[in-house]
């Protein structure tokens, strides 16, 4: 499956522009992460891709042909999770997903319990929804999502709610799933992407900061990261974005990130947290930069 | 859509429309106003006519069908309620087309619709056979479904039009329908008007009552109105089509 | 402290409410509905059209809005997910009392605000008769406890059922039970739309004020006590209805009140001191009563202390009795008294009231020692009058208020049912009531009066009969004579410029001399008297006995009088109750039979005197026509055509339909056969003939009524030459 946007364009009736011309490529396989901060529009974009909006301007193209046109084939390969969502909580979990497979005509019956297996809700498959944690109401969102093996994967802000084993263990199971299909991950959970994606989304402002791939945005931000010590009351340098503070008893010990680091600070080696709000904040970056996203 | 799932579908639609505190509650309310409305009034006879006769009862049939449209249009509102908003996001991934969606509910809200007449209905037919030992009903079919059919088609058709546009407007819908109880005539939706008032315009028959005819008029009326259900189902699919990729 | 600081809270985001507004725009809009709905009749007075009417609507109407406005702010914390935060706050059963307290208060400034809004208006269209104390009255007594009433049963339901939808279906049962049919005359299951029969004008009355502040009082009680239930219910913990109701009832002491405010109001429903425990329907007697010559009353002096503050009565009673009679003794006396006290020959003698209440009447067993002859039965009494229940929901007969006083028969003075009614000497009554109300006794006015210097004054009168009826109320008493024939014609005073003005007592004696011209001289007054009385409009009607004629009091309402399209209006009820003083009652006494009975007759001369006053064609629409549209109504109706299923009904069906059989048959049917009696027989002056032969003939007819069979004798016909079909 390949899916090509070009020259997308999507402002809102209230005038609000959620994506300024971004064009992009995804081919399977491919496990995307989608990182930005909230308003950067990667819900819109996401919606998008699901074709639950009409872009402004540009096309989505899947497999060569206008996405819109293939509207049925695309749900029918789709999977999506979004980060807002409700279940029907009078049915069971064995019962809501029963539902959404006859919706997505899935015949075969063993695809729930594959998924229930997945997604370790079996033993709560007889469970009503009504009466599930939020944490388990959201693995049934990921089971519905993983329904009849689709192979387009949209997740918004999957893990959300789930304790640090379950992150684990999902996105685990995501990415074992990207090896044949293309997932696209949106989240603000930095880790999650760093563990498993093999290509980074930077969105802000409607506008694609970065493309490519983890190691790619991280060695960016060789130099541009460093440490250095300051007493309370002392404001941060200038043009320094401060990752985080630790108070020691030598005074507050705080990470920075910056286009220039000030005398005081000692560089150090960048993470994939530090290299994502050095680029969102880099001040030259006003239009959409693309690396070439690595080959698989 | 593959027809397994399609009715796969419909069942857990009617599970979660008939298996629930909401609608039982209004099929006892139905139940316990039509035997007060046969009791205390289709029992003097509708227009000199028997209690019986067809007039009588179409004149109860259109009298409880006030209350069955509400319950049909309570039923919709839950369907352009914000949890279901929320819910379809979720199935509006699915390759499930909105005409699809459309039918379902559209069946889902007409199994409601005929077991809550089939219960105002039972109940007449036990009245006539406890209290006056009458057990000719053959003639009441025909009419059951000109009443029932087209009242519903155009309720549900409204219902889900206006509910698409808004939740709020099927709960005017829903006031309408009681203001519109007390139309006569041959546009009369729900009948009661048209059925208690024509008998006395006819001549008597031979057994003192007046011949059981529906106007051409009428029967007019009905087709319009299926026809209006009929086309505002379908501007609903069409338009949840057009809808669901609008910002 | 908590919750008057939370309600303040509450009060203050209400007065901002959008909801709230537009609730208290729609109650104060609903008023002016009723009289839209419902055409002025000429039927209503001036006070039941311009105040009764729109409180009704405005309370109906505004307690359906407040419980809706209810219903949306309890659920409104569920509905915007805020309920996870406030309930971290404040406590939820805090926080709901302080909101429906908040909305009560807001609703009861909205109930001020509306009386203020219409107050010019209505007082200007009632000019002299316009009374603020009972304008604002109504609304206190009947709006605003209703609409409080709404909003308890709304919060309850809700609080209870967690669910608008289900709480709206229960809310509406429960109003429909109050608006439908069940509760059609019940003064006290119509807890949304209270019932009241109407008002009057020149004879107020503030009966249906008491009744009504009683069954608001009842519900509000009811209401409170679920509503402290409900808030047991209020959710904790995430848990069920059960397991709430169970951990609420040890932190909050409210089941007590609320069992307690309930049986309150259960108990005022039973123990209710308005009407009666007696059937819906006039059941006839079976009590034959063996009353022996002997067993005689040779005079009776009974003395009634009418207190109008508290509308109760204390009186004496005390029969002569010449010979006891043998075995247990029974009076009847108005349900609502209490014997306190009875005596013979100056000892107690035991007594027993059984509570069986039939017509308006308990009855009361003693036994008097059958040796001692020639001695005084006296009985104490006591008590509140009560309406009889099969006609309470059609007249208010029995009451005593400041302006207005109304007793009859046992809401006067016991009867004795086993002694002989005619006395040797006439009745004494002593009456004392408020010094500026004219009485009648027995028909009679009332003119030998003591004036006891406290705002009351004691009236004596002498009557042959001691059973009859008391009226007294703010009356003029115009008197004049028509021949021999004195004629005393007593109206309300408020109407005085009415009958000045559209000369009333010209209308009398054409129509006096009318009836005598045609039929004969009046020989039913009273020693050539004839009183003419307005009736209260709560009295529901008119009736025509020995030397008086009531009529019912709007037939000189100002819209009744000049509106002379309507057809039998209700000046021509006047019309036809003052024929009954020759068909009916002492004159020509004719027997109640199905089809048979005084009302023909009189209806009929009713038609001849319309249509000589107003022309052919008006008598033609609005009687004959009239009479032939009931009578193919009838000929129609599916139970006529088939008696057999109407015995297949159930026993109350039967009677209505019955009943209202006989209306028909005596009021249109009858008509329409003497009308085509009078062409057989050869004309309208020979129908006149034969009727002045009938009616100086009546003395014939005293002890054994005048029958059908009687008529057709002297018509010369046969009931088949008289058949319609």
Known sequence: ?296 | MNKMCFLKILCYELRRALMNRLFLGLLLMNGLSAWFLLSYDIIRGTAYTAPFSVWSYCTYLGRTLPVAAVTVLLLLSSYYSKKQKQVEILTAAAPFSPFDQVTIRTVTAGICFLLISLVVILLALLFYMRLFGFRNFAPFILPSVLLLLPCFILVNGLGQLLGSLHCGLIYVLMMAVLVLCNVTGVFDLFGAGYFSSVPLTLPAGADGEPAFTVGAGFIAARLLYLALGAACIYLTAALSARKSRKA | MRLFSLYRVEFRRLLLSRTAAIAAILSILSLPLGNLLTAFSGGRSMSAHYILTPVLTGTTAGAIVWAVVMILEADRLQRSCVHVLTDAVAPPAFLSAARTLALMTLSAAVTVLTALVYLPCTASKMSYLFSPGFYFANFMVFMLPTWWVSILFADALYQITRRVELTCILYIALAGVSISGIAASDYFMRWINPFVITYSDGFPTIWPLRIGLYTRVLWLGIALGIWLFSILCIRRYQRGLVFSILRNIQKLPVLIPAVMFVTAGILLWDFQPFIDHGPDEYVASDNVWEIDDANRISAIRYSLDLDPATGTLSAKAEYDIQVPCRGEDVLNLNPGYTITKMTYDGENIPFRTVDSDINGQRPTYFELPEQLCSKTLVIEYSGFPTQGKYWSNSMVRDTIDRDYISLSSVAIVPILENYYTGVDEAAVADITIPDNLTPFLNHELMTDSVDNGDGTRTWRARCPKYIGDLTAGYYTVDAFRIGDLAVDFAYGTAYEEIVAKNDIQQTIIDILTYGTEHYGELFSANNNHLLLRQESAMFGGGYALRGVSTWFETVLAPDTLSDTDKGASATEVFIHEMLHQWWGGLGLSCADEELWSSEGLTVYSTYRLVKEKYGELYAQQYYVDAWKEAVDEQNRSFYNRHPEYLDLLPELYQAQIRSANKVINQYQRMPLMILKAEKLVGGEDKMDEILRQMYAERDQYQENDFYFTDFLNYLGLTEEDLNLE
């Open chain 1, 1 to 296: 499956m390949k899916i090509d946007v070009s020259h997308i364009t999507m402002i809102y009736p209230s005038g609000k522009k959620a994506l300024q011309d971004i064009s992009l490529s995804a081919e399977s396989p491919n496990f995307i992460g989608v990182l930005g901060p909230n308003g950067a529009g990667k819900t819109t974009l996401m919606k998008l891709l699901i074709a639950g909006l009409l872009p402004t301007k540009g096309e989505i193209s899947l497999d060569g042909k206008p996405l819109l046109s293939q509207e049925r084939y695309l749900k029918s390969q789709l999977g999506y999770l979004p980060q807002n969502f409700g279940l029907y909580d009078e049915l069971t979990v064995w019962q809501f997903l029963d539902y959404m497979a006859a919706l997505k005509n899935i015949r075969d019956s063993k695809a729930i319990a594959e998924v229930l297996e997945r997604t370790n809700m079996t033993a709560l498959r007889k469970t009503r929804i009504r009466r599930l944690s939020g944490g388990q109401r959201q693995r049934v969102g990921i089971a519905q999502a993983l329904l009849g093996n689709p192979q387009l994967i949209i997740l918004d802000e999957p893990t959300v709610g789930l304790d640090p084993e379950e992150r684990v263990k999902f996105r685990n199971i995501f990415s074992e799933m990207a090896q044949d299909k293309i997932v696209l991950l949106s989240t603000h959970i930095v880790e999650d992407v760093q563990a498993v994606c093999n290509r980074v989304l930077v969105i802000h402002d409607g506008l694609i900061r970065f493309d490519g791939t983890p190691a790619q945005l991280i060695a960016q931000t060789v130099h541009h990261v460093g440490t250095c010590h300051a007493q309370p009351g002392d404001d941060a340098p200038d043009g320094c974005q401060i990752v985080s503070k630790v108070h020691t008893a030598d005074g507050i010990r705080s990470r920075i990130v910056a286009e220039h680091l000030p005398p005081c600070a000692q560089s150090c080696e960048p993470t994939l947290e530090d290299a994502y709000l050095y680029c969102i904040h880099r001040p030259e970056n006003q239009k959409n930069i693309r690396e070439e996203p690595a080959a698989i």
